[in-house]
């Protein structure tokens, strides 16, 4: 009896370990240098640029007179 009852707890957390709505997510931060820095613009270019991956987030930065698309991309 006690062991098919650890039989069946093992069975249950490789099934929620295997789920694909539990998995963690798998992101990357990336920035770079952009001449028109706008929030829209900077996730289409962070999506052209990486168009296995979706943009989570996507903002701009300026110092100075130098700007920067920085992007938070996930695996799909």
Same mark, same amino acid.
């Given at each position: 009896?006690?062991?098919?009852? %650890?039989?069946? /707890?093992?069975?249950?957390? *490789?099934?929620? =370990?295997?789920?694909? %709505?539990?998995?963690?997510?798998?992101?990357?931060?990336?920035?770079? /240098?952009?001449?028109?820095?706008? +929030?829209?613009?900077? %996730?289409?270019?962070? =999506? &052209?640029? &990486?168009? +296995?991956?979706?943009?989570? =987030?996507?903002?701009? *930065?300026?110092?100075?007179?130098?700007?920067?698309?920085?992007? *938070?991309?996930?695996?799909?």
């Amino acid at each position: 009896m006690e062991g098919r009852s %650890a039989l069946c /707890f093992l069975v249950v957390l *490789t099934l929620l =370990a295997a789920s694909p %709505a539990l998995a963690a997510e798998r992101c990357e931060e990336e920035h770079f /240098f952009s001449l028109i820095c706008m +929030d829209w613009l900077c %996730a289409q270019e962070c =999506a &052209n640029q &990486n168009p +296995d991956m979706r943009v989570k =987030a996507a903002y701009c *930065t300026a110092k100075g007179v130098k700007r920067y698309c920085h992007c *938070t991309m996930c695996y799909k």
